[in-house]
């Protein structure tokens, strides 16, 4: 063991041993780059702050003058939807789960989410279908009895 050696020494000798590397590859794979800024005429630090280019709008494109229109539906319409959608995915997780420990074979499967997806008709046209789908599959493949598509799903959705 070293005893004459401080720790001083050791950090001092690591340090230089780090700066040393790094001079090294920056000198070796960045040599281009540094020359180039060093050689620049004209120095990031001295350069003038110059404001972006303003495009003009051309004849084709349309002056935007009035405020786009946002269609919302009422508040209380989207939480009663949303309720929906929270029910019946929660319906399909427990019939999925039920369907796997009971052993039901993919018929049976499939016309059970249709039966589910007909009592839920609202949620039919709203993009919280997709989602539905994603979760269906999901849930079928933690179980990996029975792999949906999302294919045969948007099938099922067209079927209702």
Same mark, same amino acid.
């Given at each position: ?27 070796? *794979?960045?040599? !281009? +780059?540094?020359?180039? @800024? ?13 404001? %972006? ?50 052993? *039901?074979?993919? !018929? +049976?499967?499939?016309? @059970? ?13 709203? %993009? ?33």
């Amino acid at each position: 063991m070293a005893t004459h050696l401080s720790w001083t020494g050791y950090f001092l000798a690591v340090g230089a041993a780090v700066v040393i590397y790094y001079v090294t590859i920056s000198i070796r *794979y960045y040599r !281009r +780059d540094i020359r180039a @800024l060093l050689n620049s005429k004209s120095r990031f630090w001295e350069r003038p702050e110059k404001p %972006p280019p303003i495009s003009k709008p051309h004849a084709s494109q349309p002056e935007e003058t009035a405020e786009p229109v946002e269609v919302k539906k009422q508040p209380c319409q989207n939480e009663a939807l949303f309720a929906k959608v929270e029910e019946l995915s929660s319906q399909l997780r427990t019939s999925i789960r039920e369907a796997y420990q009971k052993g *039901y074979e993919k !018929r +049976d499967l499939i016309f @059970l989410i249709q039966i589910l997806i007909k009592d839920f008709s609202a949620v039919k046209g709203t %993009p919280f279908r997709e989602a539905i789908n994603n979760m269906t599959t999901s849930e079928s493949a933690k179980c990996g009895f029975i792999n949906l598509s999302a294919v045969g799903l948007e099938e099922l959705w067209k079927e209702v």
